[in-house]
């Protein structure tokens, strides 16, 4: 079955960096666009950052110049390195494929505060 496993959140100071990765399992990962996603308290999900079968990539605008989407076909994962993070930037992410049907990780919550 479909498996996505985050990793690497935690606690950072403000204009710290972090990088995400998530391990994704029971698809041909090679050939689909992974996503991730970001929820903060109050809010709704929202996109991140995007990165296509052929690597192209798009981005939120609060976050273009800071994170990059990047992905290892050879091991299953994408990340996101998360530069010059900021307070609003808290939030647990997700990883995400779409499958004829959304599949989710668990999350990874990342906190940015002094």
């Known amino acids: 079955q479909v498996q996505l496993v985050e990793s690497g959140g935690g606690l950072v100071q403000p204009g710290g960096s972090l990088r995400l990765s998530c391990a994704a399992s029971g698809f041909s990962f090679s050939f689909k666009a992974m996503a991730w996603y970001r929820q903060a308290p109050g809010k709704e999900r929202e996109l991140v950052a995007r990165?296509?079968?052929?690597?192209?990539?798009n981005y939120a605008d609060s976050v273009k110049g800071r994170f990059t989407i990047s992905r290892d076909n050879a091991k299953n994962t994408v990340y996101l390195q998360m530069n010059s993070l900021k307070p609003e930037d808290t939030a647990v992410y997700y990883c995400?494929?779409?499958?004829?049907?959304?599949?989710w990780g668990q999350g990874t919550q990342v906190t940015v505060s002094s």
């Open positions: 995400n494929v779409v499958l004829g049907y959304n599949y």
């Open positions: 990165i296509a079968s052929d690597r192209s990539t």
